[in-house]
């Protein structure tokens, strides 16, 4: 459990994972469990930093109302605080209000930007939307009430069509674990009600990818599309489902931000595996500890005590225990891929010199050094 401070407000963040860094911010009401279906899948690319935003989850909530700017600004103390000086960001929601100020105010901060089911400024129906739940809450109404009332605007028919995904949410509702204040919830309305990024957001630069629900009525994807059309170097893309797709769809939500934030590359130098039976590992796996690398700094020759298999394991995943035990952290595949010169490859993450590669067949890992990277037009 980890904390930062922003002038007087302790704020609450996780990270999970290694490689590049992504920021993920959620939206209104929202802690960072908004994140808990994808981001296991999403970790064994990036470094994931997961702030609770301020008056939500484990983070204070401040004396008196707040915009989105002072939303932005708790995220650059974050990064401040973790010595990042630039990440990629995604932020859904009112999280893409932050992320639009952040790659606004702070363009030397984002490498890479993700605006998520978001707007240019909340519609009057959706503020009123927030104002009736925020009313629900404030009568104490039950979560079976409270779910008729918000799962239609934020679910596709689809999903709640299905009574058991109702019945879940409706369980997750009444057990929170972190239940936001109603005087929390109110000033989040207000950040939210206020912000409006049409005297600025034409300033973003960064490479964007903007994302939308076909079936959103909270930010319907016209709203996406108006964001979009401010901008010079983004695209849109329309997933099925509503405004959640962390819980809709988060198998195809993680594909879509791995893909964008991913590099093309194509083999210059050939490179055949000397591993025919490379080591696997899950989440809690024991291991003993061999030798270190000398050439490849950062990579420990292991053995697997369930299986026995032994292989090499980056040093970032292993929980050390003592001289010659460790425990996995993620899961892992020491899997190496056969890359033949021209062979055109996706670079989803790089650890210590090495790359984990998709080469349109299977996944695994290639040495940087054997590859030059593609600029985005030969690329595609």
């Not at 007087?8 to 908004?34: E, F, M, Q, R, W």
């Not at 994808?38 to 690319?45: G, N, R, V, Y």
């Not at 000086?85 to 606004?104: E, P, R």
């Not at 973003?204 to 108006?226: C, R, W």
Request: charged fraction near 20%.
């Amino acid at each position: 459990m980890s904390y930062f401070y922003n002038k007087n407000l302790k704020l609450h963040y996780d990270v999970l994972g290694s490689g590049k860094p992504l920021v993920l911010i959620a939206g209104i009401t929202c802690d960072n469990n908004h994140w808990s279906l994808m981001k296991s899948e999403l970790s064994k690319s990036f470094q994931l930093i997961m702030p609770d935003n301020r008056g939500v989850g484990k983070s204070d909530t401040p004396a008196c109302n707040y915009t989105v700017a002072d939303l932005a600004a708790d995220i650059v103390a974050l990064l401040d605080n973790l010595n990042l000086d630039k990440v990629s960001i995604l932020g859904h929601s009112m999280g893409g209000a932050i992320a639009q100020y952040l790659a606004c105010h702070h363009s030397e901060r984002v490498e890479k930007l993700i605006i998520s089911h978001s707007f240019i400024k909340f519609r009057a129906s959706s503020i009123m939307f927030c104002q009736h739940d925020y009313l629900l809450a404030k009568l104490n109404a039950s979560p079976e009430i409270r779910a008729t009332a918000i799962l239609p605007f934020i679910y596709s028919d689809d999903f709640i069509g299905n009574g058991a995904n109702v019945q879940a949410l409706i369980n997750a509702m009444a057990t929170i674990p972190s239940k936001q204040s109603l005087d929390s919830y109110k000033q989040q309305i207000y950040a939210i009600s206020e912000f409006n990024s049409m005297d600025y957001i034409q300033k973003i630069k960064a490479e964007t990818l903007v994302i939308a629900g076909e079936f959103d009525k909270l930010a319907p994807f016209q709203d996406s599309q108006e964001i979009v059309n401010k901008l010079d170097n983004a695209k849109l893309k329309i997933m099925a489902g509503a405004h959640v797709p962390m819980w809709e769809t988060p198998e195809q939500y993680a594909n879509l931000i791995t893909a964008l934030l991913s590099r093309a590359a194509i083999v210059i130098k050939q490179h055949i595996s000397q591993y025919p039976n490379p080591i696997n590992l899950s989440v809690g796996d024991v291991i003993t500890l061999g030798r270190e690398d000398n050439e490849w700094i950062g990579w420990v020759f292991c053995t697997s005590n369930k299986t026995g298999v032994s292989g090499w394991v980056p040093k970032q995943i292993i929980s050390v225990d003592s001289a010659d035990r460790g425990v996995i952290t993620e899961d892992y595949s020491a899997y190496e891929l056969n890359a033949t010169i021209g062979k055109s490859v996706t670079i989803e993450r790089e650890l210590n010199g090495w790359a984990w590669c998709y080469d349109g067949d299977q996944h695994g890992w290639v040495p940087l050094d054997k590859f030059e990277l593609m600029d985005k037009e030969s690329a595609k």
